[in-house]
């Protein structure tokens, strides 16, 4: 299996601008995590679908934030307009379960906002 | 409110053994899982307990104690690609929380 696919890799982009990143979990697996990690705030988690269903979506920011995953294979989350403060690294994390207790991370998105 | 606590930095020779202390509060707990990140890379999973006990996976074990809110990752046999962050994490009822992470510091 290829693991989870997170594109693109690097973004940057300026203030005001919209930023979407992409998603592509492990075939077969149930649930989606979205996560943030910067040095100050640690490993946030943003958001988490099952059987593409948000669940929770406390941990999304501000309304700025929004996630979809239209299928199974498929997810993403946008982030309009960006701020420098969105500067971070994005993750991406699958589960078989709907527990979520063994997650699959993708290599994350590292967002750059100037 | 939900929290993880999580010593920051650990720091140990080639060889030895160190454990990782979490303690936890949360709303609700189904279980504690582990994480390991290396400097630019992604978490990857190590181990998950639910229940309360000592789970090996080669050299490294994790221990839950429920009635104390309370678990550790031990590592045997360090070795200098060890160094990394580790992460403990754990599911409330709706909430899903990771600890701010050890860095564990292995030198030769």
């Known amino acids: 299996d290829a693991g989870v696919i997170q594109s693109p890799r690097h973004e940057v982009t300026e203030m005001g601008q919209e930023v979407t990143l992409r998603c592509k979990p492990i075939s077969g697996h149930n649930s989606l995590f979205w996560y943030r990690q910067t040095m100050m705030r640690g490993l946030e988690l943003l958001i988490y679908?099952?059987?593409?269903?948000?669940?929770?979506d406390s941990g999304m920011p501000e309304d700025r934030f929004s996630a979809k995953m239209p299928n199974a294979s498929f997810s993403t989350l946008k982030i309009q307009p960006s701020e420098p403060r969105d500067s971070a690294v994005y993750f991406c994390?699958?589960?078989?379960?709907?527990?979520?207790?063994?997650?699959?991370f993708g290599p994350g998105t590292r967002l750059t906002v100037t | 409110g939900q929290s993880l606590e999580q010593p920051s930095e650990v720091t140990a020779v080639e060889g030895a053994i160190v454990q990782i202390n979490c303690t936890y509060q949360?709303?609700?707990?189904?279980?504690l899982s582990w994480y390991q990140q290396h400097d630019g890379g992604a978490p990857t999973f190590l181990s998950y307990?639910?229940?309360?006990g000592l789970e090996e996976t080669g050299r490294f074990s994790s221990f839950l104690s429920r009635s104390d809110s309370y678990g550790y990752l031990l590592l045997q046999e360090l070795q200098m690609k060890d160094s990394a962050s580790y992460f403990c994490?754990?599911?409330?009822?709706?909430?899903?929380?990771f600890g701010t992470g050890t860095r564990l510091k292995v030198l030769a």
């Open positions: 994490a754990v599911k409330g009822t709706y909430k899903y929380i």
């Open positions: 307990n639910a229940l309360d």
């Open positions: 949360t709303s609700g707990f189904y279980g």
């Open positions: 994390a699958s589960s078989l379960s709907s527990g979520g207790e063994e997650q699959y």
């Open positions: 679908f099952n059987n593409n269903v948000p669940i929770d």
